[in-house]
């Protein structure tokens, strides 16, 4: 690794001499941890045996790096892949958020910091998960539905926009575009690309994207900042900018010494929390929280919201009457344009956050289907629910070759009853077929299906 030598004195004058020297070695020489998070909404939990992240009680730590993308549990959702220095963000939101919260990921693909607040948030909470370039906000969207959180809308929005939303959230994460100096062991490309020419560059687009951001945050509600790199221009300057320029104050999280996170490098002693290679287990992250004051000068706009544009014919009596027995809870059926959906009845009053004005590519329901004649074809979005009840569909469990052959979008033959069926492997649900007897035709995702043609003769193990 040919490190910018620019680089290499910005830490030289961040650390002292010894500390400076451990951590370049590390950048230089180390491997990069590898860490899973696993979803215990889906029933699953750290296996015994393998090392558990300390700030994140379903993070694990792997020795080696499977091929994820032949696992079909990774496809069902059953664990995501995280760098255990970004789970710290459970660990936090565990400690500070103790009631149901709206909850805004400004700049959330691929999806990790997302899904991690989504099982650490207290139940009733609602979030918001944004991406403004928008093939990165689908690829947001695929791993919520993954996941099976349906408390949770993707948005294809700019900060500005949702900027306009005064008052509305009561945390805000703000994972910013950064110079990526802490992803350095992972990418080659970000080493190239560093010059300090890069880090004003991103410190002046951090400052615009929090003075866009900042209205849309509830006073004395939470602004959780991060980034993935070092230097103090985008970290501790940055906290401070936001502390002195936008008003706010720090609140601290309680961590262990164990862990080994690095605090203020700035000589301010400011609450702030680092994530340094040659001391904690993971890649490099800058993590601080600040509370927006209480301003009496300034007059509180409460946003009053329109209902959303999308107008949702209510024509229950054209679904099928079993669709209302497919899950747990309260939710109201409708029907948009063909496609059936069902929205929780106690999330119902949050649909319209953003009014007419967002764009939302996933919103704060189930897609149960699409009718087509008198029946309704189920979606791959119900598969992925935690909240499809157990008995809804028959459940038809393959072995490793055959889970395979349905997520690269083969036509597989099961022995199960006619009709739409739940392929399961190792218990964990892959999606619908619809057998026909003779063969299933596969519902799995066009766009989800695995494209490699070399598939490993047994399946990725931890």
């Not at 055959?402 to 036509?411: F, P, S």
Request: aromatic letters at 8%; a neutral charge; hydrophobic letters at 40%.
């Amino acid at each position: 690794m040919n490190l910018n030598e620019h680089f290499i004195q910005q830490i030289n004058n961040l650390l002292p001499v010894d500390e400076a020297s451990a951590m370049l070695r590390a950048i230089e020489n180390d491997k990069p941890v590898i860490s899973v998070r696993f979803n215990d909404s889906k029933g699953f939990n750290p296996p015994a045996g393998l090392e558990r992240v300390p700030w994140c009680e379903m993070g694990a730590y792997l020795s080696e790096r499977p091929q994820f993308t032949f696992d079909p549990h990774w496809h069902a959702g059953s664990y995501y892949v995280q760098d255990a220095s970004s789970m710290f963000i459970y660990h936090a939101i565990k400690s500070l958020v103790g009631k149901p919260a709206k909850y805004l990921d400004l700049c959330a693909a691929p999806g990790g910091k997302t899904t991690a607040a989504l099982q650490a948030l207290p139940q009733g909470s609602v979030v918001v998960a944004n991406e403004i370039v928008h093939p990165r906000a689908q690829v947001l969207r695929e791993n919520i539905i993954k996941c099976g959180h349906n408390n949770c809308m993707v948005t294809n929005d700019s900060p500005r926009a949702l900027g306009k939303l005064e008052n509305t959230f009561d945390v805000i994460a703000a994972d910013v575009p950064c110079s990526g100096e802490g992803m350095f062991r992972k990418d080659e490309e970000a080493v190239s690309q560093w010059s300090p020419q890069l880090v004003a560059q991103c410190a002046a687009r951090q400052r615009e994207i929090l003075n866009d951001i900042w209205p849309a945050l509830k006073p004395g509600g939470l602004l959780i900042y991060s980034t993935c790199t070092y230097n103090l221009d985008e970290n501790e300057k940055m906290a401070v900018y936001i502390a002195n320029e936008l008003g706010a104050s720090f609140v601290e999280v309680p961590v262990e010494e164990a862990w080994n996170v690095t605090g203020d490098l700035s000589g301010n002693n400011i609450p702030c929390y680092r994530f340094l290679p040659h001391r904690t287990r993971g890649e490099g992250l800058f993590f601080c929280v600040l509370r927006k004051m209480h301003s009496a000068q300034r007059l509180m706009h409460i946003a009053q919201y329109k209902s959303s544009k999308q107008k949702w014919q209510n024509t229950s009596s054209k679904i099928p009457k079993e669709v209302s027995s497919w899950l747990d809870g309260d939710y109201e059926l409708s029907d948009n344009n063909g496609t059936i959906i069902a929205t929780n009845k106690d999330l119902k009053e949050l649909i319209s956050v953003g009014g007419n004005n967002l764009h939302i590519i996933k919103g704060l329901n189930i897609e149960i289907g699409t009718m087509k004649g008198n029946k309704i074809v189920p979606s791959h979005q119900l598969a992925m629910s935690p909240q499809l009840r157990d008995n809804a569909f028959e459940k038809c469990e393959v072995d490793y070759h055959t889970a395979i052959a349905y997520l690269r979008g083969e036509a597989i033959t099961i022995n199960a009853p006619r009709g739409y069926i739940l392929i399961t492997y190792q218990n964990a649900i892959l999606g619908f077929v619809n057998n026909l007897g003779n063969r299933a035709n596969n519902l799995y995702p066009k766009s989800w299906r695995i494209l490699s043609s070399h598939i490993p003769e047994n399946a990725p193990s931890f």
